[in-house]
């Protein structure tokens, strides 16, 4: 079993739609846990940290529940720009590791 | 200012030579990372580097060597280049701290072995 597992993609919404993306990580000693986004043929860069009680910016909230070792991403009015993979990430403290999952494309179309 | 820089950016070579990649970081931190990004594009850690010091070695062939002169740098070395080893190759760099693990990523290096 991978470390951190996301959907499977591609994602194909149109623009203004909303989009969910899932993950789940395998080990409860995880730390941190981000959402990284990757354009094509670029580095991932951060989008959000993801933290217990939840958090939001713009039309992005990232969810975490600690029990279920689930982390989400919901994509409010989806743009154009928002076409890129996004990558669910865990920090284990120990060992200092920082575990990508295998990403999921999302493509918006007009 | 480049956060993170590494060279080359692309890297064609032939099967069984031995190459090098260049990674310097002008943040600060203490951490330092090489991930490979192959063509199914998982992302996956093959060596962590904290201040100079290995502590994350992921099951990766001893044809790769990472060599840490300074906290700022960590270059890869690899010997006897294979087929399997063309992938796309990033360097990054970390802070960790209990409120923020933020990871800089350099532009990567497209190896392509032929």
């Known amino acids: 079993r991978k470390e951190v597992e996301q959907d499977p993609g591609p994602f194909n919404v149109p623009e203004g739609a909303t989009v969910a993306f899932n993950c789940t990580y395998s080990?409860?000693?995880?730390?941190?846990f981000f959402w990284y986004r990757q354009d094509c043929r670029k580095e991932p860069k951060l989008l959000m940290s993801v933290y217990s009680s939840g958090n939001e910016d713009g039309r992005f909230t990232a969810q975490l529940n600690r029990a279920s070792q689930y982390i989400s991403l919901l994509i409010r009015d989806s743009k154009l720009s928002d076409s890129a993979t996004y990558l669910c990430?865990?920090?284990?403290?120990?060992?200092?590791?920082?575990?990508f999952g295998q990403g999921t494309e999302l493509s918006v179309k007009p | 200012d480049t956060a993170v820089s590494q060279t080359p950016k692309y890297l064609v070579t032939q099967m069984g030579n031995d190459k090098s990649i260049k990674c310097e970081q002008n943040l600060g931190h203490d951490t330092m990372y090489w991930y490979k990004q192959d063509s199914k594009k998982f992302l996956k850690i093959m060596f962590s580097?904290?201040?100079?010091?290995?502590?994350i070695n992921e099951t990766v062939p001893n044809r790769f060597s990472p060599k840490s002169p300074d906290k700022a740098h960590l270059n890869l070395h690899i010997n006897s280049l294979e087929l399997g080893d063309s992938a796309v190759y990033f360097c990054?760099?970390?802070?960790?701290?209990?409120?923020?693990?933020?990871?800089?990523f350099g532009q990567g290096t497209r190896l392509t072995v032929v």
């Open positions: 990054a760099s970390s802070q960790p701290t209990y409120e923020n693990t933020e990871a800089f």
């Open positions: 580097y904290n201040n100079k010091e290995l502590i």
């Open positions: 990430v865990v920090f284990y403290n120990q060992g200092g590791k920082l575990i």
């Open positions: 080990n409860s000693a995880s730390q941190s």
